[in-house]
């Protein structure tokens, strides 16, 4: 491009000199001076093809910005876990998780002729159908919002607030009342498919109220105060009341878990009723026929006392309850009735162990579920239940259970629990064919859950 340009200026200059240099030999003279000026010619171009480069030279491309690194701290907006459902969470401490659970039972009893007439037999049913939701929200509050849905309309079960951090909490709504091992631990996780007789015979279930809990690393303190469970208290002449209060001591040695505890129920009747009762079937739920009964009984209250006492030492478990019931009969003798069980149970898969936390038992999860190739868990149980409704002048019977359960969960939210069980009642409320009211019944259960 230099040359280019340097060649027509110095052409241009050609024609530009004087005639005479063209058309006749140049002097020596001539000549010198003639290569001066081209020379000052040339030393002029050069600032200008300087500035023409420049100008139509192509600029560099520029260097590509280099990615940042992704931050090993940043977090999305929200997390999906997975537990038998989606769960939902975010940075700021909210959460949300739908839950459920799915109970089929096959349940039948085999009793004397004339016990059960056209209430026995073997039987099928959907036990429960929970549906709900419950997470957290930021400050330190959880909620829960759950009904059953099994007998055709929406039951209430666990409805509630709870505000707590660190060790202490607080909750209001329909909850269970705190008083025994048996009756918190979830109907899911339980090594039978019912619970111990005195559950049901004494009334414990979800009440509303407000509690307030105490949870250390071995001791829990549970305490509050409850009216009646959420239909009852549609009743406008409902205004019974209980205190309630229980203690767990669970200390943990090695891979060995202990659980020992205690409990209190104080509860007055007030406009409710001036009556109570006591009952409870034998075992299976599918019958409506209660063979150990008190009957209506003039009473204004009850008291309650309770023992119970638990261990997991890897696929070993233990766990036994005493409770005594007390009515209050002012002006008559206060009769106190008696329930309790002793179990023993083993994990026969290896790997395996009874889950514990919090004061009850909790989820098992398979060291090996068939999602991984392995079989699932598998459990065998034993259990003699016992409860007494006879004290003094009132006879509501005494009932004994032999049982015997195996459990299979072959992932962590299924569970098939097949029980047989030897009922052996002793002043029944509902005589045989015969008259007798000392005999003895055979009761089997099967269970199909699944929950999320």
């Known amino acids: 491009?230099?040359?280019?340009?340097?060649?027509?200026?110095?052409?241009?200059?050609?024609?530009?000199?004087?005639?005479?240099?063209?058309?006749?030999?140049?002097?020596?003279?001539?000549?010198?001076?003639?290569?001066?000026?081209?020379?000052?010619?040339?030393?002029?171009?050069?600032?200008?093809?300087?500035?023409?480069?420049?100008?139509?030279?192509?600029?560099?491309?520029?260097?590509l910005p280099t990615p940042a690194p992704p931050s090993v701290t940043a977090k999305p907006a929200t997390e999906i876990s997975w537990k038998g459902a989606p769960e939902l969470k975010t940075a700021d401490g909210w959460s949300f998780k739908p839950r459920g659970r799915m109970q089929f039972d096959m349940a039948g009893i085999d009793a004397p002729a004339g016990v059960l007439g056209t209430r026995g037999g073997l039987t099928s049913e959907i036990r429960r159908v929970f549906l709900g939701?419950?997470?957290?929200?930021?400050?330190?509050?959880?909620?829960?919002?759950?009904?059953?849905?099994?007998?055709?309309?929406?039951?209430?079960?666990?409805?509630?607030?709870?505000?707590?951090?660190?060790?202490?909490?607080?909750?209001?709504?329909?909850?269970?009342?705190?008083t025994s091992l048996e009756d918190v631990t979830s109907d899911l996780f339980t090594s039978f498919t019912e619970r111990a007789a005195f559950v049901p015979a004494f009334g414990f279930e979800r009440r509303v109220g407000l509690g307030a809990q105490y949870k250390g690393k071995q001791l829990l303190v549970q305490a509050g105060v409850f009216g009646d469970d959420a239909n009852s208290l549609l009743d406008d002449k409902n205004n019974s009341i209980s205190a309630d209060g229980r203690v767990v001591w669970m200390p943990k040695f090695g891979?060995?878990?202990?659980?020992?505890?205690?409990?209190?129920?104080?509860?007055?009747?007030?406009?409710?009723?001036?009556?109570?009762?006591?009952?409870?079937?034998?075992?299976?739920?599918?019958?409506?026929?209660?063979?150990?009964?008190?009957?209506?009984?003039?009473?204004?209250?009850?008291?309650?006392?309770?023992?119970?006492?638990?261990?997991?030492?890897?696929?070993f478990h233990a766990s036994g309850e005493a409770f005594w019931q007390t009515m209050k009969r002012p002006g008559l003798a206060d009769p106190t009735f008696f329930g309790g069980y002793a179990e023993v149970g083993m994990l026969l898969t290896p790997g395996d162990s009874r889950s514990y936390k919090d004061g009850s038992?909790?989820?098992?999860?398979?060291?090996?579920?068939?999602?991984?190739?392995?079989?699932?868990?598998?459990?065998?149980?034993?259990?003699?239940?016992?409860?007494?409704?006879?004290?003094?002048?009132?006879?509501?019977?005494?009932?004994?259970?032999?049982?015997?359960?195996?459990?299979?969960?072959?992932?962590?939210?299924?569970?098939?629990?097949?029980?047989?069980?030897?009922?052996?009642?002793?002043?029944?409320?509902?005589?045989?064919?015969?008259?007798?009211?000392?005999?003895?019944?055979?009761?089997?259960?099967?269970?199909?859950?699944?929950?999320?």
């Open 133 to 178: 939701v419950d997470g957290k929200i930021p400050g330190g509050i959880s909620y829960r919002l759950e009904a059953d849905f099994a007998g055709g309309s929406a039951e209430l079960t666990d409805v509630y607030l709870t505000y707590g951090k660190g060790p202490w909490s607080v909750t209001m709504g329909h909850v269970r009342h705190f």
């Open 255 to 315: 891979k060995t878990q202990l659980h020992l505890g205690g409990s209190v129920h104080f509860r007055d009747f007030n406009d409710l009723s001036s009556t109570a009762r006591y009952r409870a079937r034998p075992f299976v739920p599918t019958t409506e026929v209660r063979l150990v009964d008190t009957g209506d009984i003039s009473a204004t209250g009850e008291n309650g006392y309770g023992l119970e006492g638990a261990m997991v030492s890897g696929p």
């Open 361 to 452: 038992f909790d989820r098992l999860r398979p060291s090996k579920p068939m999602t991984e190739g392995g079989i699932g868990a598998i459990e065998i149980n034993a259990r003699y239940d016992y409860l007494d409704l006879n004290d003094g002048a009132i006879v509501g019977g005494r009932q004994r259970i032999a049982l015997l359960g195996v459990m299979w969960a072959p992932i962590d939210y299924v569970r098939v629990i097949a029980n047989y069980g030897r009922v052996m009642i002793d002043d029944a409320a509902i005589a045989s064919a015969t008259g007798d009211r000392d005999y003895s019944a055979d009761v089997f259960g099967l269970r199909t859950q699944l929950d999320f």
């Open 1 to 63: 491009m230099r040359r280019a340009l340097t060649a027509a200026l110095l052409a241009t200059s050609m024609f530009s000199l004087p005639a005479t240099a063209h058309a006749q030999a140049m002097t020596a003279e001539e000549a010198a001076a003639v290569r001066a000026e081209l020379a000052a010619l040339e030393a002029q171009v050069q600032p200008v093809e300087a500035r023409l480069d420049a100008a139509t030279a192509e600029p560099a491309p520029a260097p």
